[in-house]
């Protein structure tokens, strides 16, 4: 199992990245406009901070043939992007011949569990389904994510399942459950995950109890 950052804000990247805990980053077009200045410039920052992590960077061509020629020049800005392309039927040859090419694709924007096998079928590198999107037109979101497992499974499919769009650490737990390959998580999240008030406190009360030994050096 593996934990991306879903953000292009570098500083927070660089803090959590300490953790040990973070293989990879998903950026999107609302993420780096978000953040400002030349996307390409941050995009490498991004991989400077993880060298050997798995960078997604989506596509902002809309026109199938645009698309292709833009996968392939975000591909080389390093060999550890993955390319984002929206699960949309116009782009199904095209994500194809990336895949076949050799391009790590990640197909994003997907919502149900049969557009994520056909993506599976063309061979992409993961599947990013939005929990969270689905749940806000009142569809069980978390619901996909067993049956994309159950299918990928039955199927022998390699593409890894990447659970996007999650919003509470609840869904966190559900995605585990359900086997996702990867997390990608909202900094907000994350910070909320790596905490927990009775950790915090049995530290203080530990601490405290140890000090009343009054023992100067241990051991
Ligand atoms: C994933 O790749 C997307 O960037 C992200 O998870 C979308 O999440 P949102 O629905 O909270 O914007």
Redesign the pocket.
């Known amino acids: 199992m593996k934990f991306f950052l879903?953000t292009a804000d570098v500083k927070s990247i660089q803090k959590w990245a300490e953790t040990g805990l973070v293989d990879g980053v998903?950026t999107?077009p609302?993420?780096l406009s978000k953040e400002g200045g030349d996307p390409k410039k941050k995009i490498k920052e991004i991989i400077s901070i993880l060298p050997k992590g798995d960078v997604?960077v989506e596509v902002t061509e809309q026109k199938p043939e645009a698309v292709y020629k833009q996968a392939l020049a975000i591909a080389k800005i390093s060999k550890n992007i993955s390319v984002?392309i929206p699960c949309h039927i116009d782009y199904y040859p095209v994500i194809g011949k990336l895949a076949k090419e050799g391009v790590s694709i990640n197909v994003?924007l997907v919502f149900t569990a049969i557009q994520a096998a056909m993506m599976a079928r063309l061979g992409v590198h993961y599947v990013?389904p939005?929990i969270?999107?689905l749940e806000d037109i009142d569809v069980d979101g978390m619901q996909l994510l067993p049956e994309m497992r159950e299918i990928f499974d039955l199927y022998g499919f390699k593409t890894e399942i990447l659970a996007?769009?999650?919003?509470s650490v609840l869904h966190v737990r559900d995605a585990m459950l359900a086997g996702a390959d990867v997390l990608?998580l909202?900094i907000a999240l994350f910070e909320k995950m790596v905490q927990h008030p009775l950790t915090d406190r049995g530290i203080e009360m530990f601490n405290a109890d140890w000090k009343k030994l009054g023992v100067k050096q241990f051991p």
């Open positions: 879903d998903t999107n609302t993420h997604s984002k994003t990013s939005f969270g999107r996007a769009s999650l919003r990608t909202p």
